[in-house]
């Protein structure tokens, strides 16, 4: 049902790119990395997380993590991730398919600097059996991203 929502969502905003459609599940990095025969970096991880505006969603390289510090510097507050059973309910599609394009309504996006060094990464799609290639631009663009952030290590 999601991969039908992030489609239509992309065919409103005049989207070209084409979703894809894996055999194999792509829900974490390391799967997604395999499913589309790329490297783990090249997957662009959407993690959810509450803040006090609300649910965000910060999207980071595969091979990044957030750094509580970072986070807290930048956001004043603790990083605090939504609880598994509760983040389709806050984003609008379910863990292993979360993406920053077709969320619900008030989510912030944030693109992380780790993704900076790649011209293409690889979001999901809705769901977890599907991705799509995008340039940092159109990822940006798709995502509406609120802002490019830095709250990411591991990856440098």
């Given at each position: 049902m999601s991969v039908a929502k992030v489609e239509k969502y992309l065919n409103e905003i005049g989207a070209e790119e084409k979703?894809?459609?894996l055999s194999?599940?792509?829900?974490t990095v390391e799967l997604a990395a395999q499913a589309l025969g790329t490297q783990e970096a090249r997957i662009a991880k959407t993690l959810s997380f509450l803040q006090k505006e609300g649910a965000a969603l910060i999207v980071t390289a595969g091979d990044a993590k957030v750094d509580n510090k970072k986070h807290k510097e930048k956001f004043g507050e603790k990083a605090k991730m939504i609880p598994f059973d509760e983040v389709e309910g806050y984003i609008g599609h379910a863990p292993g398919g979360v993406c920053p394009f077709g969320v619900?309504?008030?989510v912030n996006v944030y693109l992380d600097k780790s993704l900076s060094r790649?011209?293409?990464v690889f979001p999901a799609a809705g769901d977890g059996h599907s991705a799509i290639e995008l340039t940092l631009e159109k990822l940006a663009e798709y995502a509406k991203c609120g802002e490019w952030v830095d709250v990411c290590k591991g990856w440098e």
């Open positions: 979703i894809i459609i194999d599940s792509s829900a619900n309504e008030g790649f011209e293409t």
